[in-house]
């Protein structure tokens, strides 16, 4: 079945970086465009980047210039790295397939078809 397993989250000083991974599996990978998701305490959920299956990328306003997403499809493969990180940027951050009929420009949340279980990132002195 499908399965995408996120890590390298855990606790960050602002102005600190991270580097998040997500495996994935039973599919494949190469045809979907991926997404990274966020969501903290409270809030809703917030996609932070999406890349297509040929790593065209967006990113959401609140990160650009700061984040950067990429792929390796030969690997299975989902990155995030997250440079100049602020309070703001705390939330568990989701690896999310969207549905293999989604239009890379469309708004991710309304696309989602499976996520992993997540991986906290705190940003905080």
């Known amino acids: 079945q499908v399965q995408l397993v996120e890590s390298g989250g855990g606790l960050v000083q602002p102005g600190g970086s991270l580097r998040l991974s997500c495996a994935a599996s039973?599919?494949?990978?190469?045809?979907?465009?991926m997404t990274w998701i966020r969501q903290a305490r409270g809030k809703e959920p917030e996609w932070v980047s999406v890349?297509?299956?040929?790593?065209?990328?967006r990113y959401a306003d609140s990160v650009y210039g700061r984040f950067a997403v990429s792929r390796d499809n030969a690997k299975n493969m989902l990155y995030l790295e997250m440079n100049r990180l602020k309070p703001e940027d705390t939330a568990v951050y989701y690896c999310?397939?969207?549905?293999?009929?989604?239009?890379?420009?469309?708004?991710?949340?309304?696309?989602?078809?499976?996520w992993g279980q997540g991986t906290q990132v705190t940003v905080s002195s």
């Open positions: 039973g599919f494949a990978f190469n045809d979907y465009h």
């Open positions: 890349i297509s299956h040929g790593s065209v990328k």
């Open positions: 999310t397939k969207l549905r293999r009929d989604s239009n890379f420009y469309d708004d991710p949340l309304q696309n989602r078809d499976v």
